[in-house]
């Protein structure tokens, strides 16, 4: 009963929040009705900015079993969604209801009712079968929400359920129109047919002036349009197209399938002013007007058209550029091969100074047709292929198949290198293949001299370390080599070898990342052995000069152990004393030192020990230390005012720990053209000895505080909190409870769990069987007024620069071994935290949160267009600081939905302001399509965008 009573509470209490007008839900009301809307099978299509909008316009129905929802022909007025039960849609030929045919059933995840759109008649009567819950969206509502998101819409809608036309129930059964893009039931090439057809439609239809006859050099083009007018209506029709390149790109798609030719075909598609001519306009000689038989275009099915290419167009442009002569290709366009080269498997074994000469060279090839032989055995090698799309068979004369190559793979180098005819046949396997060539004259200008310039050493047959021989930077004529590739036990004798070369970046690579190939113990005691090793024989000291051994080599080789230690410290002062594995390595290290007389030698090592300060040595109780107390900090006003403001609109969890206080008591001058960075009083970095305090919740909403390492695992905390709530371990559970009800579970392995916190989160314990019914508390519902005559204080530049300085702070504490462990995954380092890197992160959201809770809750519209024009002034300055965190933090949070919404705000606001803010929101869209390309490289969910995108670089060079 009470399991029951309390989902009758949940629901009534969504439903409560959908009864009430738009204007008057708050931001809880609208995070209940998405929380329950986002499990809902109609809603799982839904982009998250487009359901967020739903949220705010849907309303709650509920019909009886027998209801019409609304008849044939009727002219809409609303659009649905079905949240339970089911629905009849029924057409008739004279619209009677005693002549309806039922042609489908509605269930639950059915949307239907989008004729509102564009006013046309209902095409089938609705009826409910039985008690049915529906989500309603006003005709008006839903044109608000189509106007800002079209091209969101237009996939949702391509896809909605659609009762058959009552035409199709009399008529004798036909192929369906093809007027939506089905991309599961169409092939490669129906597809880009398709999808030109319905380009050509809207050109014709809409656009009548880009296809025309055209006159040059006295001769006639019939139905042709101009590259550069192609490119120019794109941008103007897509808002996924963000430049001309990617047009272009586009435009490739389409030449390519044929859909699209140059009058001449001469040409690839050029953003120049060539003629191209559409596949149907490809006869040179008809006559009358163009387009007179063109089909109607769908202005919603023309946008998911344009998704289509733009999904396309990359791949596209990658081998339009390739197809171009190599003296021809631009350094924009090297760059861009040089971006797709580093993906590519087969070149991953070369320097990246070896793949750019590789753009300047490399060719695209193409052939068609399963069985045609690539390759010919006996026959001179020519060149070396790289397989980008398809797959081929191997075959040798006498053996038949003896293997296949699939995409990425490659053949054709050992005929080149070794100067010998063909060893085998390559016949293609697949209708089309796509290879990457090049040709033996470029391979052996560049790949020859790597091999030239490739040191291999060999054991029992195989490579166990392979060298690269590098040129040095300051011009002299030593050698001086890289490892591209080996065993680690041979890279640790490498390493011993080269640590005398501080600039040496193998080095720095190997100590940060060797916890992926081996652990700390083992990578130990190597060392270890080496230094122990008497070089030249074996045998006690006694006898050395009888057992051969070198006494010279054994001690140098003593010496090279323990450089490469001090540079192992060097490279990782902040880790090194969490290794309980590497003190007793030093332990042990240093007692050899001492038996073996190497006092200078140990004297150094101490010292750079000592400088490290990382706990590995006990530290001189005499020697000050820096602390909270003895800084000497400069708090002035906006100081105050500024960490105040983040204290209180974040309501970020209590972690009070000594090194973490006073953060933004830091000296600066908004009259500067610069940040002096050197000037910022220095912020210690989080290690997993880190204690920091922090509270735990329990259901009574009593709370305890607790002090531990940032490294502990929840099995500690658990441990701690089931004392607290008298259970056993294994009955509690500890999690995160967010303001919006949702909880995050730990699991008890976790580690560094506090930094992980959301801004508006709370750490809980509960028994397994009270999670579900807890909620939130009211101090999470954050600050319930705004902030604005505190931020009158400060000027606009003054706020952005105490933000970079903050965030300077923040980036400054981050390690490359943080980094590195992102990447590869903590699971290859355990005991290993981010705790920096999660707070760095994290400031994007608080910054983000921030403006958008400032701007909404300033209640007074002249106040609110004023901090609306304060905030995007906070951007532009923090650009010129090049805080591209905080620069995208702050246009994320004025460009979230419950600013967006402040209509009266928007039309107040001085147009010169406006058009900035467009110009900013169009560099943060190009960065979120940065982020989803990025995201199938399985990095970490990093905030910021890429540093080699061109909105980024535009955003540095302002």
Known sequence: YFIQSNLRTMVAEWISCLDKRPCDRSGEELDIIYSRLKDVKAFEIFDPLLLQQICYYGYYEDLEKGITLYRQGDRGRNWYAVLSGSLDANVSEQQEDKNAVTVCTLGVGAAFGESVLDDSPRPATVITCEYTELLRVEKDDLLKVWERNRELMSRLFSTSIRPPSPV?????????????????????????????????????????????????SLRTYRRCCIGSQLVDWVIQECNLVHSRQQAVGMWQVLLEEGVLKHVCNEYNFEDKNLFYRFKEDDCGTEQGPPGTSAPLADSVLLQECFATLAKMGPDALMRLMLRKPPKERTAEDLDYIYEELLHIKALSHLSNSVKRELASCIQFESREGAGTILIKQGDEGKSWFIILKGSVNVTIFGKGVVGQLHEGDDFGKLAIVNDAPRAASIILRDERCHFLRVDKEDFNRILRDVEAKTERLKENGKDVLVLEKISRSDGSQSNKYTVMAGTPEKMVEFILESCREDDDLFVEDFFMTFNVFMTVERLCSLLLAHYMKNVGGGGDVASEEECGVDVKATEHMKFRVIRAVIRWIEILPQKMGEEQELLGFIESLRASMLSDGMLSLLANFERSIESSDNNLIPKNPNRKGRTAANRKTSDTNADKVLRSLFDETTSKPPVEEEKMDEIMNCPYSSSGDSIDLHRLVKRVPLTARTAVKFKIFYPDQSYSTMKLPLGSSVCEIVKYASEKLGVASEECLVFEMKSSGEKNIFKETETCIITTITHNGRLFAAKKGEVEKLKPLLEQEGPNSSSFNELEIMSSREIAYQMTLFDFELFNCVSESELVCSIFKKDHFPGKIVGNLDCFLARFNEVQNWVTTEICLTPLLSKRVHILRKFIKIAQHCRDFQNMLAFFGVIMGISNIAVSRLTNTWEKLPSKFKKLFKEFETLLVSAKLCWIRQETTELTDCLLPNRNHPSYLSCLSL
Do not use: Y
């Open 168 to 216: 199709s129930m009399v008529t004798e059964p036909s192929p369906p129109a093809d007027n939506t893009l089905s991309l599961s039931s169409k092939t490669l090439a129906d597809k880009i047919t398709f999808i030109g057809q319905q380009i050509r439609a809207a050109l014709l239809n809409n656009f009548p002036g880009i296809v025309a006859d055209r006159q040059i």
